[in-house]
C-alpha cells in the first residue's frame, strides 16, 4: 500500500464511475442547448472579496468553508471557488456582456472546493452543474431555469425528487421581516445555540435554515416571510407557480425555505431527495437581482439561476437502480489473435477499424487466446474478431456475437458493417 492517499475530502473517480459521470455530463450539456444556453468556464481561484461581498459575509460558506490563501504579489487574497455564481457575474460584468445582449443564458459543470466535514454526498472538492440567466427576471425567466433543471432530473429517469419553493420578497420586505424575526427570537436567546445567537444579530433569517433540531422546534412557530410581503412580490410568486403548474412540475410550498446565500431575492427554490438521509438537497437556486451592484456594476442586473450538486445526484441515481442498465465498459469489438506472430497483424486491423469510427481495443501484454477471451468478457466487449492463420491468408474474419455466442465469417469491410449498426451499438446508451 503506498504511503501517499487521496486528501482528506476528496476522491478518487475510476472509469466505470466515470463513465456515469460522462453520461450525467451528456444529459445536461444536451439539455441546455436545447434551452439556449451556452457553457462558461471561469477560473478555480478568485479574489476573497468578490466571495464576501457577493455570497454575503454572514453565511456559513465565507465564514468557516472557503479555502482561502495569498500568494498575490500586492498581498490580495484569493479563495478556491466555493460556488459559481458569484464568478459567473463577476466575469459577465467584466467583459460586460449587456452591452452585447440584453440577456444571456450561461450554463456551467465545475469543480468547487469547501472546508466542509467530509461525508457521504458532501466532499471538499466537489462538482455542480448550473445554468445563470443574466438580464431579465421575470417570473417566465425564473420559471425557465427551474424547468430547466427538473428535465434534466426526468431525462435522467429520476423519481420522488421534492421541488420546493418560496418568495423571499425584496430588500425592504425582508428588513421588515427581519424586525419579525427578531422580535420573535430575542425571548428565546438562552437556549439558541452558538451559531444561531451570532445569526439573530447579523441575519435572522438564517436561523430559519438551522438544521438543529432544538432550534427547528422554535424555528417552528416563527413569523412567515410570506405575512410580510408587498402585493408586487406576491403576484410575482404567483406566476412562477402558475408556470409550473402549467408544465406540469408539481412543488409544495415551504416558507421556511431561504438558502444558504445572501444574494437571493423573490423565488427561491430547492429540490431534495428522501434517499440522502439528512443531507437531502440535490440543488436549487432562485433569483438574485443585487449581485451584480453587490459586485460593483453601477447598475442592477436581473438574474436567476439554479446549481446542482453532481455527487448528490449520482448517489441519488445509483440508489435508485438507473446505472443498472449501462454499460459504459470496453469496446464494440475486441480483437483476438490466435498466436504473438500475428500480432502486428492483429494491430492493423484494429486500427482500422478505429480508423472506421468503431471503438476497439486488443491485447497488449502478449497473452494466450484463453487469456485474451476472459478479458474481452471482463471488460464487456459486444464482439470478438479472431485474427489466425487463414485469416490473414484469406482476408475472411471469424466475428463472434460475445452476447449470443452466434459466429459468422466475413472480409473486414462486411465486420465493420455489421459493427455500425444499431444493434451493434446498444452499450454507447450511456
Same mark, same amino acid.
Given at each position: ?72 504579489? #500586492?498581498? =490580495?487574497?484569493? %479563495? +478556491? ?8 457575474? $463577476?466575469? @459577465?460584468? *467584466? ?66 425528487? #421534492?421541488? =420546493?419553493?418560496? %418568495? +423571499? ?8 421581516? $427581519?424586525? @419579525?424575526? *427578531? ?84 423565488? @427561491? ?86 480508423? @472506421? ?74
Amino acid at each position: 500500500m503506498s504511503q501517499y492517499q487521496a486528501v482528506k475530502g476528496t476522491r478518487d473517480i475510476f472509469p466505470e464511475e466515470a463513465a456515469q459521470w460522462k453520461y450525467v455530463e451528456g444529459i445536461v450539456h444536451s439539455l441546455a442547448s436545447l434551452y439556449g444556453f451556452s457553457e462558461i468556464r471561469t477560473p478555480v481561484f478568485e479574489y476573497t472579496e468578490l466571495f464576501q461581498r457577493g455570497i454575503g459575509a454572514t453565511t456559513d460558506i465565507v465564514g468557516k468553508e472557503m479555502f482561502t490563501f495569498q500568494p498575490d504579489p #500586492k498581498g =490580495r487574497s484569493l %479563495t +478556491l471557488r466555493p460556488e459559481m455564481t458569484a464568478g459567473v457575474m $463577476r466575469a @459577465a460584468i *467584466q467583459k460586460n456582456l449587456l452591452s452585447l445582449a440584453p440577456v444571456h443564458k450561461l450554463y456551467y459543470i465545475s469543480e468547487l472546493f469547501r472546508k466542509e466535514r467530509p461525508q457521504a454526498g458532501r466532499q471538499r472538492q466537489f462538482s455542480q452543474f448550473g445554468a445563470e440567466l443574466i438580464g431579465v427576471s421575470s417570473p417566465a425567466a425564473v420559471a425557465e431555469v427551474m424547468t430547466l433543471m427538473m428535465q434534466v432530473f426526468e431525462s435522467l429517469g429520476l423519481h420522488g425528487l #421534492k421541488l =420546493r419553493v418560496n %418568495t +423571499l420578497g425584496d430588500t425592504a420586505d425582508r428588513l421588515r421581516y $427581519r424586525e @419579525a424575526l *427578531q422580535g420573535y427570537f430575542a425571548p428565546y436567546h438562552s437556549v439558541l445555540d452558538e451559531a444561531s445567537k451570532e445569526r439573530l444579530e447579523k441575519n435572522p433569517l438564517r436561523i430559519l435554515d438551522s438544521k438543529n433540531p432544538a432550534v427547528q422546534e422554535i424555528v417552528a412557530g416563527a413569523p412567515k416571510l410570506y405575512d410580510y410581503l408587498h402585493e408586487v412580490a406576491v403576484r410575482d410568486f404567483e406566476k412562477v407557480l402558475f408556470y409550473l403548474e402549467e408544465r406540469g412540475i408539481a412543488y409544495e410550498i415551504d416558507h421556511r425555505l431561504v438558502r444558504g446565500l445572501d444574494y437571493y431575492c423573490y423565488t @427561491a427554490f430547492e429540490v431534495t431527495s428522501s434517499e440522502l438521509g439528512a443531507q437531502d438537497a440535490i440543488g436549487g437556486g432562485g433569483r438574485y437581482d443585487g449581485l451584480a451592484r453587490e459586485l460593483g456594476s453601477s447598475s442592477e442586473v436581473p438574474a436567476s439561476g439554479f446549481a446542482v450538486g453532481m455527487e448528490r445526484l449520482l448517489m441519488t441515481m445509483e440508489k435508485q437502480g438507473l446505472f443498472a442498465a449501462l454499460n459504459p465498459h470496453g469496446p464494440v469489438v475486441y480483437v483476438v489473435v490466435q498466436s504473438q506472430e500475428l500480432a502486428d497483424n492483429g494491430l492493423q486491423v484494429a486500427y482500422r477499424l478505429r480508423k @472506421a469510427g468503431i471503438m476497439t481495443d486488443i491485447d497488449l501484454a502478449a497473452r494466450s487466446m484463453k487469456a485474451q477471451m476472459r478479458e474481452a468478457n471482463r471488460i464487456r466487449a459486444s464482439y470478438a474478431l479472431f485474427i489466425g492463420t487463414t485469416e490473414v491468408e484469406t482476408g475472411l474474419y471469424s466475428l463472434k456475437n460475445l452476447v449470443t455466442s452466434e459466429q459468422t465469417t466475413l472480409s473486414l469491410e462486411g465486420v465493420m458493417e455489421i459493427l455500425r449498426e444499431p444493434a451493434a451499438k446498444e452499450f454507447y446508451k450511456l
